[in-house]
């Protein structure tokens, strides 16, 4: 089965300064995908950013990178310059190998971006 | 991108009555959509997978007589909670999956309460 951590309940960040949210995944599939997702107080969920198993470079997208480190199962969120507009849930999720294509959520971590 | 849409955002009912939560594809065809439930300041928890013109497979401890899913169309999956009670009171985000393999876009969420 498939399991997602995320270790840290709630994280804080200076503005304009660089934030690591954790998280570690297990799974047993040689192919698999791991995401991140913003949920600001509003609800909804928001994509950041993806990471193949076969990826061999780390994701990127634009503020957003992921520290994809398989052999420790860990995909760790790096947002560089944060700003206050990301004080939000973050949430690791981790994609079913089979055709369903289902997402195991981790707990998730609340980051607050302060002045 | 791809936008999806959740009818009604928020929904008060009583105890014992029945209520519908639609979640629509605006812009693409959705073979498959995902119901998840997410209590307060929890995780997602994927409810059910709804595949058109075929049944619901449910997750594990989901009532499928409680939660009725109905996928007609490409574009349209609906969640019906029976006979409500307040412990159903919950945040309900339905999932479609487009294109590409990792591609899933979530909806704004349906805020129920059951008094």
């Known amino acids: 089965a498939q399991k997602i951590t995320q270790t840290q309940p709630g994280m804080f960040v200076q503005e304009k300064e660089a934030v690591t949210l954790d998280c570690t995944y297990d799974?047993?599939?040689?192919?698999?995908?791991l995401f991140w997702y913003k949920q600001p107080s509003s609800g909804e969920m928001i994509f950041l950013i993806y990471?193949?198993?076969?990826?061999?470079q780390n994701a990127t997208e634009g503020r957003y990178s992921l520290n994809f480190q398989k052999a420790r199962k860990s995909a760790n969120l790096v947002i560089s310059a944060s700003q206050l507009g990301d004080s939000a849930m973050y949430f690791c999720a981790m994609r079913d190998t089979g055709t369903a294509s289902k997402l195991t959520f981790g707990t998730g971590t609340r980051l607050q971006v302060t002045l | 991108g791809a936008v999806v849409s959740q009818h009604p955002s928020r929904v008060i009912c009583k105890s014992g009555t029945s209520v519908k939560i639609e979640c629509r594809s605006l812009d693409f065809q959705a073979t498959t959509m995902f119901w998840y439930r997410q209590f307060p300041k929890q995780s997602l928890m994927l409810m059910a997978t709804s595949n058109e013109g075929s049944k619901a497979t449910y997750e594990q401890g989901v009532e499928k007589d409680k939660f009725l899913i109905n996928h007609a169309s490409l574009t349209l999956s609906t969640l019906t909670v029976t006979s409500a009670h307040p412990e159903d009171s919950s945040f309900y985000i339905c999932s479609a999956k487009a294109g590409s393999p990792y591609e899933q876009y979530f909806g704004p969420g349906t805020r129920l309460t059951v008094t």
């Open positions: 990471q193949g198993s076969y990826d061999q």
């Open positions: 799974t047993s599939d040689p192919s698999y995908g």
